[in-house]
């Protein structure tokens, strides 16, 4: 579909969307948008790298805190969020923001864009990452192919001189590793490209220290993502609870504080499920969250809550008005798309 005309029917059905949520904000209470991204780098190097849709720009994630904050929405913490679903008090709509898996630029980049705000933030950390134990292979492929002209991958030499080139390869490439070899693929790649493994890891993953001088800061709350990444739909229950449970713990320890929210991996229809739920809440947590699209309202279920991706391909307000009138939610249902 040509850019126009997306845009055209962006505009149409935002016109439609926007009356029919005010109508359903005085019959059930304000609207709640909880948003979800992994990624953020400067403009400039968001146009060249391999994997930028990862990413927001975060030029325009600067722009979209401060529109918020003009069309009178209040940015909240998820423990925030839930108080508001289960009061059903009166009020603005609200929105949340939150990180999943946590690398580097969730200190560097995002955290000092939610500071210049003064609006709060949801860190769900994948403790793999400051633990050094998960091998962070797209990124360090990522980061591979930026920064060089050619690589080797097995018996290949790449030439990536452009960043189309490097955006393609890193299609093809990540896709060939995807799976339970990643590790490996990944290993054998450093190894042939001079590439110090330990070191890549600690240019993109978030550390303990980082993460201890943001949980100070009453701005940013810590949830936890799992352990290891995995999709929990996928385990059998007792692994689940393994995950779910030590990666709270984990975080507690390691931060001295109480970890209360969940988020799952992945978290669509095939990722977690009313069995996953179940078991986010019996780990202790106080609330689970998805990637299903949609809003929440009052009395919204907390161990399924919907969250809005906004990664790289979302950057205009038109579509992130989309997410806030709930049309992009209820599109997706219609389409089966959750
Ligand atoms: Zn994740």
């Not at 999709?231 to 007792?238: A, D, F, Y």
């Given at each position: 579909m040509g850019a126009e005309l997306k845009l055209l029917l962006f505009a149409t059905a935002s016109a439609l969307a926007l009356p029919f949520a005010r109508v359903t904000d005085r019959a059930l209470g304000p609207r709640g948008c909880l948003f979800t991204f992994h990624r953020a780098a400067p403009s400039e190097l968001w146009?060249?790298?391999?994997?930028?849709?990862?990413?927001?720009?975060?030029?325009?994630?600067?722009?979209?805190?401060?529109?918020?904050?003009?069309?009178?929405?209040?940015?909240?913490?998820?423990?925030?969020?839930?108080?508001?679903?289960?009061?059903?008090?009166?009020?603005?709509?609200?929105?949340?923001?939150?990180?999943?898996?946590?690398?580097?630029?969730?200190?560097?980049?995002?955290?000092?864009?939610?500071?210049?705000?003064?609006?709060?933030?949801?860190?769900?950390v994948t403790t793999g990452i400051p633990d050094g134990t998960l091998p962070l292979w797209s990124s360090g492929l990522e980061d591979a192919l930026l920064n060089r002209d050619r690589v080797r991958v097995g018996d290949e030499t790449v030439v990536v001189e452009s960043s189309e080139a490097k955006r393609a390869a890193y299609h093809r490439i990540a896709a060939s590793w995807d799976g339970s070899d990643a590790e490996k693929h990944y290993a054998a790649f450093c190894a042939a490209n001079g590439i110090d493994i330990e070191a890549m890891h600690w240019k993109h993953a978030i550390s303990w220290e980082m993460l201890a001088e943001l949980a100070r800061d009453p701005l940013f709350e810590i949830g936890a993502h799992t352990v290891t990444h995995a999709r929990i739909s996928s385990l059998e229950p007792e692994a689940a609870m393994v995950e779910l449970e030590q990666s709270r713990e984990r975080l507690n320890e390691r931060l001295g504080i109480q970890v209360e929210h969940f988020a799952f991996p992945y978290g669509r229809a095939f990722d977690c499920g009313p069995r996953d739920f179940a078991l986010a809440q019996r780990a202790g947590f106080r609330s689970a969250s998805t990637t299903r699209k949609g809003l929440v309202r009052r009395g919204h279920d907390a161990f399924s809550l919907p969250r809005n991706t906004i990664n790289g391909g979302h950057r205009s307000l038109a579509a992130m008005e989309m997410h806030l009138t709930g049309f992009t939610g209820t599109a997706a249902r219609v389409l089966g798309r959750v």
């Amino acid at each position: 579909m040509g850019a126009e005309l997306k845009l055209l029917l962006f505009a149409t059905a935002s016109a439609l969307a926007l009356p029919f949520a005010r109508v359903t904000d005085r019959a059930l209470g304000p609207r709640g948008c909880l948003f979800t991204f992994h990624r953020a780098a400067p403009s400039e190097l968001w146009e060249k790298l391999p994997n930028r849709n990862f990413y927001i720009d975060a030029a325009f994630l600067d722009k979209f805190l401060a529109y918020l904050a003009a069309q009178n929405w209040d940015v909240v913490t998820m423990s925030e969020a839930q108080r508001r679903m289960s009061s059903g008090e009166r009020g603005n709509g609200y929105v949340n923001f939150s990180i999943d898996d946590c690398y580097r630029d969730t200190y560097e980049v995002i955290a000092p864009l939610f500071r210049k705000h003064k609006v709060p933030l949801t860190l769900f950390v994948t403790t793999g990452i400051p633990d050094g134990t998960l091998p962070l292979w797209s990124s360090g492929l990522e980061d591979a192919l930026l920064n060089r002209d050619r690589v080797r991958v097995g018996d290949e030499t790449v030439v990536v001189e452009s960043s189309e080139a490097k955006r393609a390869a890193y299609h093809r490439i990540a896709a060939s590793w995807d799976g339970s070899d990643a590790e490996k693929h990944y290993a054998a790649f450093c190894a042939a490209n001079g590439i110090d493994i330990e070191a890549m890891h600690w240019k993109h993953a978030i550390s303990w220290e980082m993460l201890a001088e943001l949980a100070r800061d009453p701005l940013f709350e810590i949830g936890a993502h799992t352990v290891t990444h995995a999709r929990i739909s996928s385990l059998e229950p007792e692994a689940a609870m393994v995950e779910l449970e030590q990666s709270r713990e984990r975080l507690n320890e390691r931060l001295g504080i109480q970890v209360e929210h969940f988020a799952f991996p992945y978290g669509r229809a095939f990722d977690c499920g009313p069995r996953d739920f179940a078991l986010a809440q019996r780990a202790g947590f106080r609330s689970a969250s998805t990637t299903r699209k949609g809003l929440v309202r009052r009395g919204h279920d907390a161990f399924s809550l919907p969250r809005n991706t906004i990664n790289g391909g979302h950057r205009s307000l038109a579509a992130m008005e989309m997410h806030l009138t709930g049309f992009t939610g209820t599109a997706a249902r219609v389409l089966g798309r959750v």
